[in-house]
C-alpha cells in the first residue's frame, strides 16, 4: 500500500538553525509528493510540492528533492525563523488517486 | 478569491443537536473535501464531492450528512454526534480530482471549524 513516515517531533531549534524534517515513502506507481505545513489555529497549506523524480520543491526558503532511488523527500531550510513554527505534514498522491496519504506531522519549536 | 472560508469557526452541542457545517470557494474548483482531524494526528479524508455529485465517503458514520448545493458550497450536516466526533473539521478544495488532472491534486483548505460535542 501507500503510505508516508515522517520524523517523529517535537523538533525544537534555535532561530538561525539549519533544519531537516526526513520524510520517507512507499508507493505503487509513480507519486507526487507534498509538504503541508499548518501554523497554530489554522488549516493547512501547501509548502511545496514535487510531481517526479528529481525535481525540486521550493519556497520560503524551504526546499525539497524527490528521490526515488531512496524513496525520500527530506524537507530543508537554512535559517529558520521564529515564524516557521507549525506542524509540517509529508504527504503524496498516486497517480489516478484522488486521496492525499499524509504522514503523521512533526511539529517545529522555533525558539528566538 | 484564493480563500476555502469555513463557518463556524468554533461550535459547541449536544448529542441530541442537529447542525450544520458550512464551507465555500470562489476559486472555480470542482472537487471539495471534508476532512477530521483530531489533535495532534493529520487530517482524514471524509468526503470527497466532484462536480457536485458524491464521488469519496470513507465508510463514515451516517450521524454526518454532506450536502453539495452547488460547486461552491459544502455542507455538512450534524446530527446525534458523539463526544469523541469532537475534532477539527477541515474544507478543502482542488481544481479537479486527482484523475483528470494532468499534474498533482493540490489542495487548499480552510481554516476549519472546531467542533465540541457534549
Known amino acids: 500500500g501507500n503510505s508516508v513516515t515522517q520524523m517523529e517531533g517535537p523538533v525544537t531549534l534555535s532561530e538561525e538553525a539549519f533544519l531537516t524534517i526526513n520524510c520517507t515513502y512507499t508507493?505503487?506507481?509513480?507519486?507526487?509528493l507534498f509538504w503541508y505545513v499548518q501554523y497554530p489555529g489554522e488549516g493547512l497549506q501547501l509548502l511545496l510540492k514535487a510531481t517526479k523524480a528529481d525535481d525540486k520543491g521550493s519556497n520560503k526558503g524551504f526546499e525539497a528533492t524527490y528521490r526515488k532511488e531512496t524513496t525520500s523527500f527530506h524537507l530543508e531550510k537554512g535559517s529558520v525563523q521564529v515564524s516557521d513554527s507549525a506542524v509540517y505534514f509529508c504527504a503524496l498522491t498516486v497517480n489516478r488517486d484522488d486521496k492525499i496519504i499524509f504522514g503523521k506531522g512533526t511539529r517545529l519549536h522555533i525558539l528566538p | 478569491d484564493t480563500e476555502v472560508t469555513q463557518t463556524p469557526k468554533h461550535l459547541v452541542m449536544g448529542m441530541t443537536n442537529k447542525k450544520s457545517l458550512k464551507c465555500e470557494q470562489h476559486m472555480g474548483h470542482r472537487a471539495m473535501y471534508w476532512y477530521k482531524q483530531k489533535a495532534k494526528k493529520p487530517p482524514e479524508l471524509m468526503f470527497v464531492y466532484s462536480y457536485e455529485k458524491l464521488s469519496i465517503n470513507e465508510s463514515v458514520p451516517s450521524r454526518f450528512s454532506p450536502e453539495c448545493p452547488n460547486s461552491s458550497l459544502l455542507n455538512l450536516h450534524l446530527h446525534a454526534l458523539q463526544p469523541e466526533d469532537s475534532a477539527l473539521y477541515l474544507c478543502?478544495?482542488?481544481?479537479?480530482?486527482?484523475?483528470?488532472?494532468?499534474?498533482?491534486?493540490?489542495?487548499?483548505f480552510g481554516a476549519g471549524s472546531r467542533l465540541t460535542v457534549l
Open positions: 478543502a478544495s482542488s481544481q479537479d480530482m486527482g484523475w483528470r488532472n494532468s499534474g498533482a491534486n493540490v489542495l487548499t
Open positions: 508507493a505503487t506507481g509513480y507519486p507526487s
